[in-house]
């Protein structure tokens, strides 16, 4: 069945730590893209990418990195954790070229940094 | 301003009712329009697409745009319980850029 995966669900890290928040589509989609969202709060875009080795950064981008090295591959890196960063993160794709037909999500990633 | 605005909710409703649920947008270059349904504790899910003025329908929910008055609506019929959800409204203003509402959290009462 064609789906967005993320790994791992939940993690809690210590500060000053190199965290990678994992991301894998089947369904072939072109774009894909990391958010930020806080309880009750709006989702903020942290990176985004059209394609292989195309990658851009977003509104909250300056404290982590992404890569897209294959199609259905898009993992976000955090080179040292802070508590805040706690939040939870939430990976999407799309499919359209000029025309955006929406986003399905993965299940996200609950980050606590302690 | 926020380049979308939704009302925070909480929405609360009678099982059969109609929920209506609205969301405003400042940007009139704004191309394509959504609503996804958040589950507390889940990641948003795409319920409807909207890309020109009118109403847009699937089953019981109901999408209506007016890009005049820079408006979007869900509507949804015969409410049930399980519709008790957030509601994100996101408008696409072209390219990557998709902005998101912060929501209106709906309770449907049985």
């Known amino acids: 069945e064609a789906d967005i995966y993320q790994t791992p669900r939940y993690l809690v890290i210590g500060t000053g730590k190199k965290i990678t928040l994992e991301c894998s589509q089947t369904?072939?989609?072109?774009?894909m893209y990391w958010y930020q969202q806080d309880p009750g709060m709006e989702l903020h875009l942290i990176h985004y990418s059209y394609g292989v080795n195309s990658t851009e950064k977003g509104d909250l981008s300056s404290e982590s990195t992404v890569s897209r090295i294959r199609t259905e591959h898009f993992p976000l890196t955090l080179e040292s954790a802070r508590p805040s960063h706690t939040s939870q993160y939430l990976c999407?794709?799309?499919?359209?070229?000029?025309?955006?037909?929406?986003?399905?999500f993965g299940s996200g990633t609950r980050l606590t940094v302690v | 301003q926020k380049e979308v605005e939704q009302n925070s909710g909480p929405l609360s409703v009678p099982e059969g009712a109609i929920a209506s649920l609205n969301c405003t947008y400042s940007?009139?270059?704004?191309?394509?329009f959504f609503w996804y349904r958040q589950y507390s504790g889940k990641s948003p899910e795409l319920i409807m697409s909207i890309y020109s003025n009118g109403d847009q329908e699937d089953g019981r929910f109901t999408a209506q745009l007016n890009k005049a008055s820079q408006y979007v609506s869900l509507l949804i019929r015969d409410s049930q319980p399980s519709d008790s959800a957030t509601y994100l409204c996101a408008v696409n203003t072209g390219g990557f850029k998709t902005i998101f509402g912060a929501g209106t959290r709906l309770f449907v009462k049985a």
């Open positions: 369904m072939g989609h072109d774009k």
């Open positions: 999407a794709s799309s499919n359209g070229d000029r025309v955006d037909y929406g986003y399905t």
């Open positions: 940007d009139r270059g704004s191309q394509s």
